[in-house]
């Protein structure tokens, strides 16, 4: 793996595209739903300031990049005011998976480009060959990394959606350690997360290529 300083600026860019739109994307359908709080705290936004966390959205990624384990991040949480939603527990859950939507989309997006102008492949040079490559992976790892039911993580917001009240209870009650439960799991269970990431991504990309014929 080449891990020169130009590489690394280039993986760097590849995640905050990838985490912005896909906070974006929150905000947004949140918005669409009757909630204006991301939009009054300035965050249905492009700029890239309003929506970077230095660790989630740039130490973690790169670390894992340089460590070639599956690629995963955020950026800070667009404010979403429940009560607000239409459709109350099943709006945010439309809200939270409106974010790793975005990040399959855009997996989606790159592998075609990149498929068709054969740049995937190396066909047009390295260089080309390792940005939709590591656009492709990286959105599919954000994908999948936020549909983990653990809260506060988006694929949390669907199961509190379908839980029956007791447990809902259980979710809200955890969330505060939502993070620290995640990063435990990974630091105890790794080996067996990365390879559920990696298969995850690979069955993913299985299906982009029975889309294309391949």
């Known amino acids: 793996m080449n891990l020169n ?4 600026i280039i993986i760097l860019i590849i995640i905050l595209v990838s985490v912005i739109l ?37 130490l973690v990624p790169v670390l894992l990049y340089i460590l070639n384990a599956p690629v995963f991040g955020g950026a800070k949480p667009v404010p979403i005011n429940t009560r607000n939603l239409k459709f109350g ?25 990149g498929h ?31 549909l983990i039911p653990i809260p506060p993580l988006d694929g949390s917001r669907v199961l509190y959606a379908i839980s ?19 990063y435990a799991l990974i630091l105890l269970f790794g080996e067996v997360f990365s390879s559920l990431m990696v298969n995850g991504m690979n069955g993913i990309l299985d299906f982009f290529y029975f889309i294309v014929g391949g």
């Open 116 to 146: 068709f102008t054969g740049s995937l492949y190396g066909y047009n040079g390295e260089l080309p060959a390792f940005i939709f490559t590591e656009f492709v992976y990286a959105n599919l790892g954000f994908m999948i990394f936020n």
């Open 22 to 58: 896909h906070e974006l994307s929150h905000g947004v359908v949140a918005y669409i739903l009757g909630d204006r709080t991301a939009k009054d705290a300035g965050r249905l936004t492009l700029n890239p300031l309003k929506h970077i966390d230095p660790y989630m959205s740039i």
């Open 5 to 8: 300083f130009g590489y690394i």
């Open 89 to 113: 527990v099943w709006g945010m859950a439309l809200v939270a998976v409106a974010g790793p939507l975005t990040n399959f989309l855009l997996a989606l997006i790159g592998f075609l480009i």
């Open 164 to 182: 029956p009240d007791g447990f809902r209870t259980v979710l809200r009650n955890i969330e505060k350690y939502g993070f620290i439960i995640t």
